[in-house]
């Protein structure tokens, strides 16, 4: 790796938007919540994906030219929330994301946005209930592929054997390790930014080295089949506007380069939904163009104003 695509601690850059975290109860379990912005401003939540926490939205969160009160929480098992140090299971997700929403805002819609899992969470709860969701910014997910029946004995099987033997998660001895090891996967990622992301998306272990703070039984492949029919059922019923984004080397467009038609089918859901593509860009749209991202977010949402 050249000179120019690493980045030492001494080297991060200023964080324009300052943030603060509290504990809030959920479900049981204690939330991490991560706050931007004035507490009066208009209320902009953000979810993050699968294997990732919250403060992979601070520069987007940076980006933003309007004033928002920005809440992103590390959903259970991520960041600085509660691990269970066992199976999860995705329905729990979607209770979660309600009582966080009785929590922030009992009594009027929010808006959303959604990265990856964090979109499926919103899109599928915003089907249920979808009084409750203003609109939401869909970040490169539209759904997994679809299974085949004759997929469940391995899937069933593989689940069992990762009970007797829990995945590990890989460690580093630095945080310079790890952000080099972020710039090795994607070319588009500022080494500045890998440091961010390797400095505070991380924890230490007992040993002292560094690991990517996910529980490490997130990796740990669920024992049911995925139902595309169901999930679509769900964006269906949506009532909410709902803007699609996709990144042009992203999960969407490559999961489905041979699947137009596909693509078309589960984009038809959304009734009040539009979509826009992202060039240059990788799944992790806020980490390579988080500029565009925000710019698109204020764009659908339109002017600040209270809700």
Same mark, same amino acid.
């Given at each position: 790796?050249?000179?120019?695509? +690493?980045?030492?601690?001494?080297?991060?850059?200023?964080?324009?938007?300052?943030?603060?975290?509290?504990?809030?109860?959920?479900?049981?379990?204690?939330?991490?919540?991560?706050?931007?912005?004035?507490?009066?401003?208009?209320?902009?939540?953000?979810?993050?994906?699968?294997?990732?926490?919250?403060?992979?939205?601070?520069?987007?969160?940076?980006?933003?030219?309007?004033?928002?009160?920005?809440?992103?929480?590390?959903?259970?098992?991520?960041?600085?929330?509660?691990?269970?140090?066992?199976?999860?299971?995705?329905?729990?997700?979607?209770?979660?994301?309600?009582?966080?929403?009785?929590?922030?805002?009992?009594?009027?819609?929010?808006?959303?946005?959604?990265?990856?899992?964090?979109?499926?969470?919103?899109?599928?709860?915003?089907?249920?209930?979808?009084?409750?969701?203003?609109?939401?910014?869909?970040?490169?997910?539209?759904?997994?592929?679809?299974?085949?029946?004759?997929?469940?004995?391995?899937?069933?099987?593989?689940?069992?054997?990762?009970?007797?033997?829990?995945?590990?998660?890989?460690?580093?001895?630095?945080?310079?390790?790890?952000?080099?090891?972020?710039?090795?996967?994607?070319?588009?990622?500022?080494?500045?930014?890998?440091?961010?992301?390797?400095?505070?998306?991380?924890?230490?272990?007992?040993?002292?080295?560094?690991?990517?703070?996910?529980?490490?039984?997130?990796?740990?492949?669920?024992?049911?089949?995925?139902?595309?029919?169901?999930?679509?059922?769900?964006?269906?019923?949506?009532?909410?506007?709902?803007?699609?984004?996709?990144?042009?080397?992203?999960?969407?467009?490559?999961?489905?380069?041979?699947?137009?038609?596909?693509?078309?089918?589960?984009?038809?859901?959304?009734?009040?939904?539009?979509?826009?593509?992202?060039?240059?860009?990788?799944?992790?749209?806020?980490?390579?163009?988080?500029?565009?991202?925000?710019?698109?977010?204020? +764009?659908?949402?339109?002017?600040?104003?209270?809700?």
């Amino acid at each position: 790796m050249s000179a120019a695509r +690493t980045a030492t601690a001494d080297q991060l850059v200023p964080v324009r938007t300052p943030c603060h975290c509290e504990r809030v109860p959920i479900n049981g379990l204690a939330y991490n919540v991560r706050h931007w912005g004035p507490a009066d401003a208009p209320l902009l939540l953000m979810l993050h994906g699968w294997m990732d926490s919250s403060p992979s939205f601070q520069f987007t969160v940076d980006a933003l030219r309007q004033s928002w009160h920005v809440l992103a929480p590390d959903w259970r098992g991520y960041g600085q929330s509660e691990w269970l140090h066992r199976r999860y299971w995705f329905a729990d997700y979607y209770a979660d994301l309600e009582a966080l929403l009785d929590h922030y805002s009992p009594d009027a819609p929010v808006r959303i946005v959604g990265h990856s899992m964090g979109g499926a969470v919103a899109s599928i709860y915003g089907g249920v209930r979808p009084e409750r969701i203003a609109g939401l910014v869909m970040v490169d997910f539209l759904g997994l592929p679809t299974n085949e029946a004759d997929e469940a004995p391995a899937r069933i099987r593989q689940w069992l054997d990762h009970r007797r033997a829990p995945p590990l998660m890989r460690t580093y001895v630095s945080h310079e390790q790890l952000a080099a090891r972020l710039l090795q996967f994607n070319r588009r990622l500022l080494p500045e930014r890998a440091l961010f992301l390797a400095t505070h998306c991380t924890s230490e272990g007992p040993d002292g080295r560094l690991v990517v703070a996910c529980d490490p039984w997130h990796k740990v492949p669920s024992p049911h089949l995925y139902h595309v029919d169901d999930v679509m059922a769900c964006w269906r019923a949506m009532t909410a506007p709902v803007l699609l984004v996709m990144a042009d080397e992203g999960y969407v467009l490559q999961r489905f380069a041979r699947q137009p038609e596909e693509l078309q089918r589960r984009i038809e859901c959304f009734a009040n939904g539009r979509q826009v593509r992202i060039d240059d860009c990788g799944h992790n749209v806020q980490h390579d163009r988080p500029e565009r991202l925000a710019e698109l977010v204020e +764009t659908f949402f339109g002017p600040t104003r209270p809700q």
